[in-house]
C-alpha cells in the first residue's frame, strides 16, 4: 500500500528533485507565498519522475502498452526507413503522455532487441501526427521471442522533453513489461505490430506494462 501512494523514483527524477526541494527551502526562507507554491512544484516533480510496479500478464499472444497515457492515433502504416522496414506494412498505435503520466516506457513483449536508432530532430507538439517523422526520436527494434515478428517502439520527444533515456542495449533480451527507458516532460510513444488484432480505440487511456494493445 505504501508503494502504491509514494512509488520509486527513477533514477533521472533523483537531481530535478533536489534542486526543486533547495529551491523550495530557499524560497521558504524569503516568502512563504512563494515556497509555499514550490511545495506544490516539488511534488509534481516526485510524482512526474515516480518509477511504479506494475502487474504483467505475461503471455505471449498480448502486446502491453509501452506507455501511460491516451491513444492518440491507430493507423495502417509502412514500417520505419530507419530500421529499413518501409517495405512491410504495420499497424501503428500512438500514445500521447501529458506531463500528469508515469513517463517510464516498458517492452511490448518478450524478446531481443535487434536495433537501436536514435535520430535527432524538432520539438513540435508530441500529439500532432507529424511529430512521428519530425520529433528527435528513438527506435527500438523488438524481435519477439515466442513468435520470432519485429515488434517497434519508438519514444519521440515532444514540445517540453529534451531528453530521450535508453535502459536497454543492443542484442538485450527483455522481459514483456520490462523498462525500457523514459522521456522527459510531455512526450509520445508509437508502437508499431503486424499479424494482430488491435484491443483499442483512439481517446482509450492505457498503463504501461498492463494494458493490453493487442493479441494474436
Keep these: 500500500m505504501f508503494e502504491k501512494i509514494f512509488p520509486k523514483v527513477h533514477p533521472e527524477g533523483y537531481k530535478f528533485l533536489i534542486i526543486s526541494l533547495i529551491i523550495t527551502l530557499v524560497l521558504l526562507s524569503i516568502s512563504s507565498f512563494f515556497g509555499f507554491i514550490f511545495i506544490f512544484v516539488t511534488i509534481w516533480v516526485y510524482y512526474f519522475f515516480r518509477d511504479p510496479e506494475r502487474i504483467v500478464i505475461e503471455d505471449s499472444n498480448y502486446l502491453v502498452s509501452p506507455a501511460d497515457g491516451r491513444i492518440s492515433s491507430i493507423s495502417e502504416v509502412k514500417g ?33 532487441i535487434e536495433e537501436i536508432f536514435y535520430k535527432p530532430g524538432k520539438f513540435v507538439n508530441a500529439s500532432l501526427d507529424k511529430a512521428s517523422e519530425e520529433n528527435e526520436r528513438n527506435y527500438f527494434k523488438i524481435k519477439s521471442e515466442e513468435t520470432n515478428e519485429n515488434i517497434v517502439v519508438v519514444q519521440i520527444a515532444g514540445l517540453i522533453a529534451r531528453r530521450i533515456v535508453t535502459q536497454v542495449h543492443k542484442s ?17 510513444v508509437d508502437i508499431y505490430f503486424s499479424q494482430r488484432n488491435t484491443m483499442v480505440k483512439v481517446g482509450q487511456n492505457v498503463i504501461a506494462g498492463e494494458s493490453l494493445i493487442a493479441r494474436k
Excluded: A, Y
Design 80 to 112: 520505419p526507413i530507419e530500421l529499413g522496414l518501409d517495405n512491410k506494412q504495420f499497424t501503428k498505435v500512438s500514445i500521447f503522455m501529458n506531463v500528469f503520466d508515469c513517463h517510464v516506457n516498458r517492452s511490448p513483449s518478450n524478446g531481443e
Design 172 to 188: 538485450q533480451k527483455v522481459k514483456q513489461g520490462e523498462r525500457l527507458g523514459m522521456i522527459r516532460f510531455g512526450s509520445r
